[in-house]
């Protein structure tokens, strides 16, 4: 991997603090965005002494989507052209919890889904503009078959995993890679409160394999790829037999 | 991952609750938790020390950022979750190397602190606890307590072997040492006597950085104390990576304790001391395959079976002669329970610590399966000699002593026990003080909550190839 670029939005998640810190030892340049400043220094702080990059933060609510102009004005500021926009901000919702809050339902869906297209956009007119670079952005294997357990927040997945698809083929001649990554299950705190089975995986591990899509510039990637076979599976079944399923998992 | 289980995995505990520490800024409040409360890193204390039956466990592994790396000066600070192997990936090729280390990598800073651990420098460098320049302490009323040797001075004695009862190590800032390259440039050479054992490490401590000896657990008599003595040095490197690789293998299950009977233990015994120890040998090694040797196969002490093991560690000083160590290794050759003994001779710099485990005197470390009452029995009589011997034995690999062994090892602990945080508490701490004078400042909460029993002590085990394989190397001490 040569020294790259890199802009993370959501860099306090855990899976992308684990990307950005195999970018960080590969010597990339970072610009860091979340909304938590404490936690943001914190992930910043062990990136600038892991690499040899430079490495910048910016405080950033992205649901304030009338903000996020101002991050990749930033971002292109520090690092001068941008190699890498990596989208891992959400949140995952207890589905019962909010189940009959409108509210709540809709909250999810801003954090998810509204702040993630209206981010896309701006970031994929910033990449055609330099003619080049890679969009990626964390989905989930919730979006592509809506289930009981957490349809809400499979929706909004859902509804990103479209706008990428049809983003991709507009970028396609401006040679802009969109990366769409779709992990299975990964241990952190958006899983904290659900049982862990033994198709869980590490930060680490999903770090690793969302890196390697990247370098790879996969139109698609499930984290880990067996996701893919599993959720051919899911797709098969009938609507009518998925109805009586409780299938369980982020 | 469900597990918080001990490395010897005896005995068994179940918290009731897990609350994760994932930011050094944002630590949930331990006021309202249900207690009592304990740190839990990687869990590679052998015993009790990092349980807490029916109590809520921190896991701290999420602490797990750098803060700050001076390079210059060879001062780095991290949160407590940091492990030994992240961190010398970090600094070996920039030319430093951890000042104390002991025999796996897969340990954690906060746990290096609690335990106070030491290495094969022992000699000269003390223990992790003295090249700790400061830390962070959350305390479960919420205050937050940066102590060093000048600030907070008595709670950063008390936090260096505290066992993770003083409160939550957030972050600790280390001092460095330098090292001209990755490589270590050894000497094996084969002993016949107990007394050459000590006189190797008497000469070597002058010469080597590095020191420690693996002595046959098996053979009693004219062969008693016999063994290969190690002595190492940083060797100035030439920068290649010639260490072994980390390994991805894993133990699958748990080997069926017939697998390896005491006769094959002899056998390969033999055949070690006969190849390693024909001559003095001179050889160079990675870094990693000469302090972490076991490391290689993860998971290795699952193949001590269902029961567990137990790792015993005394030390025991040696101004009135050998006769101890001496009646020590006879015991555990006549068990036939052991087929290597850990030993090093520890030197005379003191720690800040205030229960902390090495002082001077020699110290042997051994692995025993759980083969119940026989093995209890035994480490009783050896926990008699060396009180006797006015030693001690380490906290961090106990399951078993008693507490009144406990109190004549640490005759300081009701000092300690007044810093202690009256939330914290561990299935060792309720162990080792039960019914020890309440009057003396144990906090209530100590003896609260009653000590669970071994839940089995029953059954047989055997020693795995994996150790035998490293044992050449001497894993611990
Ligand atoms: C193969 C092997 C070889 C070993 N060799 C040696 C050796 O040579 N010398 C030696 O001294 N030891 C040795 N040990 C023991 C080991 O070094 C110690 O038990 C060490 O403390 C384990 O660290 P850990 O991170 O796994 O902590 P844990 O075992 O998870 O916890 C240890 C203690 O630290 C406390 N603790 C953990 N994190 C924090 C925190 N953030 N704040 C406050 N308290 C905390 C816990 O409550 C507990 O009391 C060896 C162990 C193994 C498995
Ligand atoms: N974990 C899984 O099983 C799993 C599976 C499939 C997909 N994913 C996806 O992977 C991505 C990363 O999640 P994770 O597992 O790493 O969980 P995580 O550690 O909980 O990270 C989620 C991050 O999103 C941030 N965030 C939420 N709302 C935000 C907002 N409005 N503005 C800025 N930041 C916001 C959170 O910030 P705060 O820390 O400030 O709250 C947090 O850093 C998410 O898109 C998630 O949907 C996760």
Redesign the pocket.
Known sequence: MTAERVLVAGATSAIAAAVARRYAEAGADLVLAARDAGKLSAVADDLRVRGTGRVETFVIDMVDTARQAELLAAAQAALGRIDVVLVAWGTLPDQAAIEHDVAATLACWEANATSVVAFLAQAADVLEAQRGGCLAVITSVAGVRGRRANYTYGAAKAGVIAFAQGLRARLFAAGVAVVELRPGPVDTPMTARLRKGPLFIGPERAGALIVGAIRRRRDIAYIPGYWRWIMLAVALVPEGVMKRLNLSAG | MSGYE??GRFPRATPRAVVP?RWRDEPPSLADLPGPL?????????GD??LNDGGTV?D?NG?ARFIAFDADRGLLRAE??V?FDAILNLIVPRGWFLPV????K???????????????NHHRAG??GCHVTQLE?LRSDGTRLVCSPTANAELFQA?IG?????????WAEIALKPIPGPQIELRASRFGRLEDFFALSEAADADDEYTAGWIDGMSRGRRLGRGVFLGGNHARGDGTWRGAHPSRLRLPMDVPEWVLNPLSIRVFNEVQYAVLGRKSARAFAGYESFF?P??VVHNW?RAYGKRGFL?YQCVVPFDDGLAVVREILDRIAASRSAYFVVGKVFGSIRSPGMLS??RRGVTL?VDIPNRGPEIFALLDAIDALVIEARGAV?P??DARMSPRSFEAFYPQWAAFARHVDPAFS?S?WRRVTAGLGASDGVPAKAQATAPSAPASVAGAGGPSAATAAAGALG???
């Open positions: 001990s490395w520490i304990l740190p839990y890193a990687r869990g590679r204390s052998y020390s990092c921190l701290v602490l407590a979750g492990g280390t002991p025999g796996t897969f340990v954690s800073i906060g746990g290096a602190i609690a335990n106070d651990v030491h290495g094969k223990t992790f302490l936090t505290g066992l993770g009862l003083t409160g939550v190590i957030l972490y076991l490391d002490n790792q485990f090495p470390a380490y961090a690999k561990s060792f894993g611990g001490a």
